[in-house]
């Protein structure tokens, strides 16, 4: 069964640091590109983070120099790292995986991910 659970949401205070966990069961990471999705009430579904296969990385504006994703294949495991934490940044967090035979292609189009978790809540209050 193909599945992506995410976990570490929670309530963090701005300025706090959170690190997100997405496991990824029913099939290997090493045949895709990975995306990190956030969602807040009202609001469309925006990419904030991605990874090509081969490692490189590409982040939205509102959270460069902020956040982290990075992967381990070997656990099958995706993460955000995310600090300096603002209120704005509160939102329900998704990671997505998208199968590709181009090592070096980033996907910023939610649209085009093949797998999805169930999502984190995470929420910056003080």
């Known amino acids: 069964q193909v599945q992506l659970v995410e976990s570490g949401g929670g309530l963090v205070q701005p300025g706090g640091s959170l690190s997100l966990s997405c496991a990824a069961s029913?099939?290997?990471?090493?045949?895709?590109?990975m995306g990190w999705f956030r969602q807040a009430p009202g609001k469309e579904r925006e990419g904030v983070a991605f990874?090509?296969?081969?490692?490189?990385?590409y982040y939205a504006d509102s959270v460069k120099g902020r956040f982290t994703i990075s992967s381990d294949n070997a656990k099958n495991m995706v993460y955000l790292q995310m600090n300096s934490l603002k209120p704005e940044d509160t939102a329900v967090y998704y990671c997505?995986?998208?199968?590709?035979?181009?090592?070096?292609?980033?996907?910023?189009?939610?649209?085009?991910?093949?797998?999805w978790g169930q999502g984190t809540q995470v929420t910056v209050s003080s």
């Open positions: 997505a995986t998208k199968r590709t035979r181009l090592i070096r292609r980033f996907v910023s189009n939610a649209h085009e991910y093949d797998y």
């Open positions: 029913g099939f290997t990471l090493n045949d895709y590109a």
């Open positions: 990874s090509s296969r081969d490692g490189n990385t």
